[in-house]
């Protein structure tokens, strides 16, 4: 969560964690999803690190399974497969850095990123390469799962500040796995739909 999101339906800002004096940072509350179902508090820190390394896999399989619909719209205000391939590779590499962050400072503060960063970054996303997209998936999501692998999750309450939202590093990664499998749904849904109606478009 280190960036709002425009391109995802269904969260509350409400209910980002948000804590004041120490003691409220130490509790737990995990990223949940209505639209997607996802629900964070289902795994435990080993199945965490395992469906990040995952994701890479499964976009490859996605993106490989694309075919001629990869670069195209399924609608307007949706992004193609390739787009989205390429915002989760973009959100990956940011908690990568976040989590780096959050483990190697002393509870780090950042100014609030910009409204319309998400939608900044995502100029020229239709025109990339998509098998360089999903190794670059794959290498931040590796980087993701190892640095906090390798840092160990007592860790893992340690947390980053970016404007007021503060997040440990347990969110963080929790938050990263959610976008990710939160827009392969939106892909799926999004080839599903463009297959479905070929005499329409
Ligand atoms: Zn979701």
Excluded at 71 to 88: C, F, I, Q
Excluded at 94 to 108: D, I, N, Q
Excluded at 134 to 155: F, I, M, Q, S
């Amino acid at each position: 969560m280190l960036l709002r999101e425009s391109d995802g339906p269904g969260k509350s800002r409400q209910e980002r964690l948000n804590p004041g004096p120490d003691i409220v940072a130490k509790v737990i509350e995990h990223e949940r999803c209505e639209a997607c179902g996802f629900d964070g508090g289902r795994l435990d820190d080993a199945a965490l690190l395992e469906a990040i390394r995952e994701l890479a896999p499964q976009w490859r399989a996605l993106i490989s399974s694309a075919g001629d619909e990869l670069r195209v719209r399924p609608d307007e205000g949706v992004w193609s497969a390739l787009e989205y391939a390429a915002h989760s590779r973009d959100i990956t590499a940011l908690h990568v850095a976040g989590v780096e962050l959050a483990l190697t400072g002393e509870e780090p503060t950042l100014p609030p990123f910009a409204d319309d960063a998400v939608d900044a970054a995502a100029v020229g996303y239709a025109e990339l390469d998509p098998g360089e997209v999903v190794d670059a998936l794959e290498d931040a999501a590796n980087r993701l799962a190892g640095a906090a692998e390798t840092a160990g999750p007592d860790t893992w309450t340690r947390g980053l500040t970016i404007g007021e939202a503060r997040n440990d590093v347990r969110r963080m990664l929790e938050h990263s796995l959610h976008d990710s499998v939160h827009h392969l749904d939106d892909v799926e849904r999004g080839l599903d739909t463009l297959r479905g109606s070929p005499g329409e478009n």
